[in-house]
C-alpha cells in the first residue's frame, strides 16, 4: 500500500470518515427523497410504472449516471468540466461519420465498423479530456475557464462537421443490438453504468489513484510540496472524464440511430447538478460514486414525473435550479460543520 504524505493524510482521512449521520449528508437525504418521489410516483400516476416508461427511464439513468461520474472525478479535484455535453456530441458525430466511411470502404463487415467506429469516437473524446487536463494542470488556469473554451471549440467543431445535419445509415446490429438491446429485460447501458460504478467505488476505496485525487482534491497546495504527481492525475482525471462522456455519445448515438452535433446538450448541467446533489463537495476532496450514481436516479425520475404531469419545460428548469441551490445549501452546511469538527 501506498503511503501518504503527513500533510496530506487529514485531507485523505476526511473522504474516508463514516457516514455523516446528520441529515444534510446526501447519504441519508437522498435516498429518502428518492423513495418518497418513487412512491408518490407509483400511487398517482399509473403511466409510471409501465413497462415502456420504466425501460426508457432505466436507458435515460444509465447515459446520465456514465456522464455524471466523469464530472465527479474532476470535481474531487476541486475543478469542473463545462466540455461534457459538446464532447457526447463529438463522440457520436464521429461515430456516425467513421462508421459509414468504414462501411463504404470494406462493405459486410459490420462488426468492424462498429469496432472501429467506437474506438475512434473515445479516442477523440480522450484526447480533447487530455488537452483541458494539460491546460488545467500546467498552466494553473481555471478549469471553469480552461473546459469552457473547449466547449466553445468542440461544439463548433461538431457542427462545422456536420453542418447541423443528422448522420444517418449506421448498421441495424449496433442501433437494434448496442442502442435498443436488452438482457432480461434490461438495456446493456444500464449494465455498462452499474459496472462503472462498481470499478469506480473500487479504485475510490482500494487504489493509489483514489486516495491521491482526493489528497490532491482536499489540498491541493500540500499535494505539490509533498511531491505527489499533481500534473500526471490531474490529466488523467480530465481524459477519463471525456472518455466517459465519449461513451454516452456512443451509447446515445446507437439509441437514437443518428450522429447528431446538438446531443448531450443538458449533460453539462446536468452532470453538474448530479454530483452537488450527490454531495461531491465543490471545494474538492469529497464525493462517492455510489452516491452520484442513486443522485442520477433521483434527478431522472423528476424529470420523467415532471414529464408524465405535464409540467411546462420553462417550469421544469425552474424546479431543477431550486434543486440544485438546495443541494449547494447543504454542502455548504456540511462544510461548515466538517470545519468546526
Not at 417550469?315 to 462544510?335: C, E, H, N, S, Y
Amino acid at each position: 500500500m501506498s503511503t501518504i504524505p503527513t500533510s496530506l493524510q487529514g485531507a485523505v482521512a476526511r473522504a474516508a470518515r463514516p457516514p455523516d449521520r446528520r441529515f444534510w449528508s446526501a447519504r441519508w437525504y437522498l435516498p429518502l427523497l428518492l423513495l418518497l418521489l418513487l412512491a408518490g410516483l407509483s400511487l398517482g400516476e399509473p403511466r409510471f410504472l409501465s413497462s415502456l416508461n420504466l425501460l426508457n427511464l432505466s436507458r435515460n439513468v444509465s447515459y446520465l449516471a456514465i456522464a455524471s461520474v466523469g464530472q465527479m472525478i474532476v470535481m474531487i479535484l476541486g475543478g469542473m468540466d463545462l466540455s461534457i455535453g459538446v464532447v457526447v456530441a463529438l463522440s457520436s458525430v464521429t461515430t456516425a461519420i467513421v462508421m459509414n466511411l468504414v462501411a463504404v470502404w470494406w462493405p459486410g463487415y459490420e462488426l468492424l465498423a462498429i469496432a472501429v467506429a467506437i474506438g475512434a469516437a473515445l479516442t477523440i473524446s480522450g484526447f480533447v479530456g487530455f488537452l483541458n487536463g494539460l491546460c488545467v494542470a500546467k498552466t494553473g488556469a481555471s478549469a471553469f475557464i480552461v473546459t469552457l473554451g473547449a466547449f466553445s471549440i468542440v461544439n463548433g467543431i461538431a457542427y462545422y462537421v456536420t453542418a447541423g445535419i443528422p448522420i444517418y445509415g449506421m448498421p441495424a446490429s449496433f442501433t437494434n443490438g448496442l442502442g435498443r438491446g436488452t438482457a432480461a429485460g434490461i438495456p446493456y447501458s444500464v449494465f455498462a453504468a452499474i459496472l462503472l460504478t462498481i470499478v469506480i467505488a473500487a479504485v475510490q476505496r482500494r487504489t493509489r489513484f483514489g486516495r491521491y485525487l482526493y489528497a490532491i482534491g482536499g489540498n491541493p497546495h500540500a499535494a505539490r510540496i509533498s511531491g505527489l504527481p499533481v500534473i500526471r492525475y490531474t490529466v488523467f482525471a480530465y481524459t477519463l472524464c471525456s472518455l466517459l462522456a465519449g461513451l454516452t455519445g456512443v451509447l446515445l448515438t446507437a439509441r437514437v440511430g443518428a450522429g447528431q452535433a446538438n446531443l448531450g446538450a443538458e449533460f453539462m448541467l446536468q452532470s453538474i447538478a448530479v454530483a452537488v446533489v450527490a454531495g461531491v463537495s465543490l471545494r474538492g476532496g469529497l464525493g462517492r460514486v455510489e452516491i452520484v450514481f442513486l443522485s442520477a436516479v433521483f434527478i431522472t425520475v423528476l424529470a420523467n414525473a415532471m414529464n408524465l404531469i405535464r409540467i411546462d419545460s420553462k417550469v421544469q428548469t425552474i424546479v431543477f435550479g431550486v434543486v440544485l441551490l438546495a443541494a449547494v445549501f447543504l454542502d455548504r452546511r456540511k462544510a461548515k460543520g466538517n470545519d468546526h469538527a
